[in-house]
């Protein structure tokens, strides 16, 4: 049964299930609109619940066929049923077999949870509350069954039929054009993570030695035609499997491993055990139809999913709240394992920028929450960046505190300890105390305080004494719920370096334990001071290095300093942002002379530091990207914090943007030509920055010479030889606009016509151009053939491009953009609450903006809250917003 959206749920009501199921049986007789679903459940009564409990089981829109209770069929008399929840009053105390047989509608199941269709094929998705839909069942994660899973299907329909485990028996049924399929699962496993898949599939077919020498065969199913594509996601894939094996000593465990690709999928992807269902975005790729920003997704993707093998099937958790255990640790390790893959700084640099666009608006506005909430209305709403990014750089921060050493010898204990088990963030916590000795108590408080701690710093330098004085301070704001905090432990990583660039000696008589040889220094007050001694003159701090916590730091060097340090710093995320600091100095100087209509300042000791690191790009091309890209609108409006008014913001960085463009022309046009790739496309990262940077040159050609810039990108256009070069081009014409973008476009949809996420592009690259026009143009594309409010991928490329990477048109002051999502939101809920609900999560930072754009969005929110029939996911995310 669903909750109520007015009924939270909270964490400090938990109480185990009063019944365990130990085995299921399941028999699915596929069929487009009346699949029969036939459960037969081993249970006995929990010796940890409440004794003589009535068995109550969840359900969502279901057909009750009928129940039989140890062999004997069950009268009305003997139950109490609705759609949403079956229970039985009357149970034996001993174990006993329960038999469940409902009908469900696969092709009207537009939510996309449970059994629905995507395609032709037939798929689940079952976490979180999705397995309801299929069957009445316990469905909470602390409840472990072994499942065996019968399927049969149209042969002719469905010549694939899969499901979680391993393949026991096929066959065809006599007398029928139908055939059969039973796969199990040997290793018990929540409802959640059930799978089944029956279609007309293609396959793609390898195989992996383990590290103990056994043989995995490895499938990845995909549309006719298209194996080719899922290659990369193979390889990946088994790097993946390597890569577990060698960092943290995980093997796979069953004799099979499958991927489904789909096109109609509400997330990324899903880890079901043994059966990895996607979203063919994380899948498909070829040189000519996805970007190297694709190729990384793919191997990101593919590993996480993997990697959930054991953080998350193997150890899963005991109750929704405790989401950050599996999630933010697994993509702790996807991480680790990109860094792996390709440039561990670049890879940090693109994590901290995704965590400050999304998280920290998230951290800061009425959609706050603990990385661990402590109540929820409903469950879907908190996959949220928070429990993600954050709950990643808890274990980050957990790493450096206590060590690689300690963390590793920790998480071994931890693999050992709750194998088959439903775990809690405490029992995660107590394997790195035991592993380092070290007490983790303070450090909790990070998963259950929500917001961004401020770090602020002050430096004194004495010339006679030739010491250091740096005071350390932390504060974090009230958030809905916790209006007062608590100091948080914080890792500072820090350097001291000298006028000359040379790296300083740390030494000190307030250093604590090895602070002082490791460079990292714990804040775990409220303020702290730190005397450094024998420095021979005012240092330049590097502070946070490698951005050692999920913090925001005030305030930024002197622009003097942020130069040198961006010459000179040995680490490339503070030299990184370095270069991100002095950006947003100049972006905001231009903000405060438009308001008061003096003329825009200019910046040149920023652009001279960018004339450097294009003159050096050689060393790092991906570095040099990162470097040279300024902040986007979101930074903008996340470092601002209050009265944000997109249209100035957009008009700073762009006239910086053209500031910059013309001063290093000749350079970025130098680096454009040099950077061109020599041979065939390779998705490594070596050639990947060598094109990122590229690209980063063209667009600073066409902003400081637009007729230039836009005759490069229209030559490269029609010779681009791979998507990312063509999508490149296609993005600088975007900007520029006229005859030649409205050509490129054209020609591109007419090349690409019959391929989905090729066109998922087009319609996203279209919704994001910074012009008045825009809002006009989405509203034609939706009524484009290949548009579909309906198709997950399609909504979130155009509306959720429009809403959340064009700042400038969604928040026109006329109230159009609102408008506009407001309408698609309303139209979409119905058929799927949980799509409806993300895309009105794009007005997250709403309190953020100038009062006239509040007040608008204001007047939405209060609209949509007073609908009748609102699903519960929208519902909620309309109230939290208000609150």
């Known amino acids: 049964m669903r909750h109520p959206a007015n009924v939270p749920v909270r964490l400090a ?43 109550a089981l969840d359900g969502d829109e279901l057909t009750l066929v009928g129940v039989s209770l140890d062999g004997r069929a069950l009268g009305p008399q003997d139950y109490e049923a ?41 798929c689940t998705q079952c976490e979180a509350e999705g397995f309801r839909r299929i069957t009445y069942f316990l469905d909470r994660p602390d409840v472990l069954s072994v499942f065996t899973t019968r399927i049969e299907a149209e042969e002719s329909e469905a010549p694939v039929l899969l499901a979680n485990g391993n393949p026991v028996e096929a066959g ?118 996805a970007t190297d920003a694709d190729y990384a997704g793919i191997e990101a993707v593919v590993a996480h999913e993997y990697f959930h093998n054991w953080t998350g099937n193997r150890i899963t958790c005991r109750d929704w709240f405790q989401l950050c255990l599996k999630e933010g640790l697994t993509v702790f390790r996807d991480q680790e394992f990109s860094a792996d893959m390709r440039s561990r700084a670049v890879e940090r640099i693109s994590d901290v920028r995704g965590l ?12 706050a929450h603990p990385v661990r909430p402590n109540l929820y209305h409903e469950i879907n709403n908190f996959y949220t960046s928070t429990v993600y990014e954050k709950g990643a750089e808890l274990v980050r921060m957990l790493r450096t505190l206590i060590g690689a050493e300690n963390f590793r010898r920790g998480m071994d204990i931890y693999f050992e300890r709750f194998d088959g088990t439903a775990a809690t963030v405490e029992d995660f916590l107590s394997c790195f105390a035991e592993a380092s000795g070290r007490d983790l108590s303070h450090f909790a408080l990070w998963y259950s305080q929500s917001g961004t701690p401020i770090l602020s710093s002050e430096g004194a330098y004495d010339a006679d004494a030739k010491t250091f004085a740096l005071t350390l301070r932390q504060e974090t704001l009230p958030t809905p719920g916790q209006p007062d905090k608590k100091p948080v432990v914080i890792p500072v990583a820090l350097a001291l370096f000298g006028e000359n660039g ?17 460079g990292l220094f714990e804040l775990s007050e409220a303020e702290r001071r730190i005397t450094f001694e024998n420095v021979p003159s005012r240092p330049i701090v590097s502070l946070l290095r490698g951005f050692s916590a999920p913090v925001r730091l005030e305030p930024a060097p002197a622009s003097a300093d942020l130069e040198r340090q961006l010459a000179f710093d040995d680490d490339p995320f503070n030299r990184w942002q370095a270069a991100q600091s002095l950006a947003l100095r100049a972006i905001f100087a231009r903000v405060d002379a438009a308001k008061s209509a003096a003329p825009a300042p200019d910046a040149p000791g920023y652009v001279a530091a960018l004339r450097t690191i294009l003159g050096s790009a050689d060393a790092d091309p991906a570095f040099a990207a990162q470097a040279l890209s300024l902040p986007s609108e979101i930074d903008l409006a996340r470092e601002a914090g209050q009265d944000v ?108 016509a019959g391929d989905p996420l090729v066109l998922d592009k087009w319609f996203a690259l279209q919704a994001t151009i910074p012009e008045p026009a825009t809002t006009q143009r989405v509203i034609r594309l939706m009524s484009h053939p290949d548009f579909s409010l309906t198709n997950p991928n399609r909504l979130r490329a155009l509306l959720g491009a429009f809403a959340n990477a064009n700042l400038t048109c969604f928040h026109a002051l006329d109230g159009s953009g609102y408008d506009l999502l407001t309408q698609v939101v309303l139209e979409v809920d119905p058929k799927n609450p949980q799509v409806a609900a993300r895309l009105l999560s794009s007005l997250r930072a709403w309190r953020t903006l100038e009062p006239r754009r509040r007040a608008l969005v204001e007047a939405r929110l209060r609209d949509i809250v007073g609908r009748e029939n609102l699903s519960a996911d929208t519902r909620d995310i309309a109230t939290r917003a208000l609150a």
């Open 502 to 518: 040379e790296k300083l000696d740390l030494v000190s008589r307030d250093a604590r334990g090895d602070e002082l040889t490791r």
């Open 172 to 289: 065809k049924i006599p007398g029928t054009s139908r055939h059969y399929a039973i796969w199990h699962d040997p290793f018990p496993k929540p409802s959640y993570l059930f799978a089944l898949v029956g279609g007309d599939l293609g396959v793609l077919r390898d195989s992996f030695k383990t590290m103990s020498g056994r043989d995995i065969a490895l499938a990845i199913y995909v549309e006719h035609g298209k194996q080719p594509r899922a290659e990369y996601a193979m390889d990946a894939l088994k790097r993946s499997m390597r890569w577990d094996e060698e960092k943290f000593g995980r093997e796979y465990d069953l004799d099979v491993f499958n991927i489904v690709a789909v096109s109609d999928f509400n997330m990324g992807a899903m880890e079901n055990k043994g059966l990895n269902i996607f979203n063919d975005k994380y899948v498909l790729a070829s040189p000519e139809t």
């Open 82 to 122: 609705t759609p949403d929840r079956l229970t039985l009053a009357a149970v034996p105390d001993g174990p006993f077999t329960l038999e469940i047989e409902t009908r469900v509608d696969p092709t009207a199941n537009t939510q996309l949870s449970g059994l629905y269709r995507s395609g032709s094929a037939y």
């Open 356 to 367: 400050r666009l999304v998280q920290f608006p998230e951290d800061a506005g009425p959609l």
């Open 645 to 752: 008014d997109p249209d100035v913001h957009l008009a700073a960085r762009m006239g910086l943007r053209a500031e910059i463009g013309r001063a290093l022309l000749t350079d970025a046009e130098a680096v454009y030509t040099r950077f061109a790739d020599a041979g065939p496309y390779r998705p490594d990262a070596g050639a990947a920055g060598r094109r990122a940077l590229r690209s980063v040159a063209l667009d600073l050609v066409a902003a400081g010479d637009p007729q230039k810039g836009g005759a490069l990108a229209q030559d490269l256009f029609r010779a681009a030889g791979n998507m990312t070069d063509r999508l490149s081009a296609l993005s600088t014409l975007a900007l520029l606009g006229g005859a030649a973008r409205d050509d490129a476009f054209e020609s591109f949809y007419n090349h690409f």
């Open 13 to 55: 009501d938990y109480r185990p299930a009063d019944f365990l199921i130990t085995t299921v049986s399941l028999d699915f007789s596929l069929d487009r609109t009346a699949t029969t679903v036939v459960a037969k459940l081993t249970l006995r009564r929990n010796p940890k619940g409440a004794p003589g409990a009535p068995l």
